[in-house]
């Protein structure tokens, strides 16, 4: 039976620019290959970074349309296994990973265990392995059928801010006595304020820079110490900080060092929420720490290598069950099914449109 999918493809140099495209799948499939019918995904402004920094970062690479001009935006999901010409891979496994905002992708599995598997296909065999691994949902200890929303909208973020937060207290916070965060309502910073709160030294602040209309939200989170809107940065306290920049907004970016001079001790660029303005990282003519752009598969690495990886999945598994029960008080998980709606969606994302407080799943099959 030949299998017919269909795709969200968009423009790489303009991200507004979105169509809806069909696909088809060989029948049989090829040797060693395994067909995935995407059920859903999470769609978050990290999703957004992900188009704007797929050229630098190679995201286009994972699932390329074969067109220069255009590409597939990740997402990270859960899919099932519907045909499999692969002998240890059976039809109705269901995974977790690095999916296309589709209703189906072609993989090859490659080092099958019995946690989950690669992508071996050849196209992605220069790419980050993290982004490579689909994890099977039956030795996922942190899995339920009830919790894949959740882990879904927050799992690659948390473990993002688990990183950030790992680096912060490995380098002694930077000699910094605040951390600041912009884009403080993002599920990054969330987690990453979180984490701070939980294991901060004495006299170590948590600042969150967000909209105005995003600060009832934020300040109401209950792990900043102080809250600032983009145009309070009067307020911002002048004393040894490190920045860490959700945001993306160059603007911003230059108004936090002018106004921390050598006192920013440390600038860490993450996301691109604040997409239209991103601008580069610059940095050359900006008073106090060079901003560094921090690339969280490759710092993963690092600490794998120091930690081990039963020591390190240990220590991410305890602070994801603590945050997580935080988590489900503070947002509100909407599901969107079709083409249509995850076109409405994405454009949403885009505009900047959705609110802080609400998580959306997504599936393009109606």
């Given at each position: 039976?030949t299998h017919?999918?269909?795709?969200?493809?968009v423009n790489r140099s303009d991200?507004?620019?979105?169509?809806i495209?069909?696909?088809?799948?060989?029948?049989?499939l090829p040797?060693g290959?395994?067909?995935?019918?995407?059920?859903?995904?999470?769609?978050?402004a990290?999703?957004?970074t992900?188009?704007v920094?797929?050229?630098?970062l190679?995201?286009?690479e994972?699932?390329?349309?074969?067109?220069d001009t255009t590409g597939?935006?990740p997402v990270?999901g859960f899919?099932?296994?519907?045909?499999?010409?692969?002998p240890?891979v059976?039809?109705g496994t269901?995974?977790?990973?690095y999916l296309p905002m589709?209703?189906h992708?072609l993989?090859y599995p490659?080092?099958?265990s019995?946690?989950?598997?690669?992508?071996?296909v050849a196209?992605?065999?220069g790419l980050?392995p993290?982004?490579?691994?689909?994890a099977l949902?039956?030795?996922?200890a942190q899995?339920?059928?009830q919790g894949?929303?959740m882990?879904?909208?927050?799992?690659p973020?948390?473990?993002?801010?688990?990183?950030?937060?790992?680096?912060h207290?490995?380098?002694?916070?930077?000699?910094a006595?605040t951390?600041?965060?912009?884009s403080?309502?993002?599920k990054?910073?969330?987690?990453?304020a979180?984490l701070l709160?939980?294991?901060?030294?004495d006299?170590?602040?948590i600042v969150?820079?967000?909209s105005?209309?995003n600060?009832d939200?934020?300040?109401n989170?209950?792990?900043?110490?102080?809250?600032?809107?983009y145009d309070?940065?009067?307020?911002?306290?002048?004393g040894?900080a490190?920045y860490?920049?959700?945001a993306?907004n160059?603007?911003?970016?230059?108004?936090?060092?002018?106004?921390?001079?050598?006192a920013?001790k440390?600038?860490?660029?993450?996301?691109?929420?604040?997409?239209q303005?991103s601008?580069g990282?610059g940095?050359?003519?900006?008073p106090?720490a060079?901003?560094?752009f921090?690339?969280a598969?490759s710092?993963?690495q690092?600490?794998?290598?120091?930690?081990g990886r039963?020591?390190?999945?240990?220590?991410l598994d305890a602070?994801?069950s603590d945050f997580?029960?935080?988590?489900?008080?503070?947002?509100?998980?909407?599901?969107?099914r079709g083409?249509?709606?995850v076109?409405?969606r994405?454009?949403?994302s885009l505009?900047?449109d959705i609110?802080?407080?609400e998580?959306?799943?997504?599936s393009?099959h109606?």
């Open positions: 039976m017919h999918g269909t795709d969200l493809i991200l507004s620019q979105r169509q495209v069909k696909s088809s799948f060989p029948d049989p040797e290959s395994c067909l995935l019918k995407i059920d859903s995904f999470a769609l978050t990290n999703n957004i992900y188009g920094a797929a050229d630098m190679r995201y286009w994972f699932f390329p349309t074969g067109d597939r935006i990270w899919a099932d296994v519907v045909a499999s010409a692969h240890d059976a039809v269901r995974v977790y990973g589709s209703t992708v993989i490659d080092r099958v019995p946690a989950g598997f690669s992508d071996g196209h992605r065999a980050s993290i982004y490579n691994h689909y949902t039956s030795a996922d899995w339920s059928p894949e929303a882990i879904s909208l927050f799992r973020l948390f473990t993002t801010s688990f990183l950030l937060e790992d680096l207290r490995e380098n002694d916070y930077f000699g006595q951390v600041i965060l912009s403080a309502s993002s990054t910073a969330i987690g990453l979180h709160s939980r294991a901060r030294p006299g170590l602040g969150g820079l967000t105005a209309g600060r939200f934020v300040e989170l209950g792990c900043y110490d102080l809250v600032l809107g309070d940065l009067d307020s911002l306290p002048v040894p490190a860490v920049d959700m993306g160059a603007d911003l970016r230059r108004r936090v060092h002018t106004r921390l001079g050598d920013l440390s600038s860490r660029a993450v996301g691109m929420t604040h997409w303005s601008g990282l940095g050359d003519d900006l106090g060079r901003p560094e921090f690339f598969p710092y993963s690092e600490r794998l290598a120091v930690l039963a020591e390190f999945q240990a220590r602070a994801w997580i029960v935080q988590a489900e008080g503070w947002f509100t998980v909407t599901e969107f083409p249509e709606a076109q409405a994405y454009d949403a505009r900047g609110s802080p407080h998580g959306h799943i997504l393009m109606d």
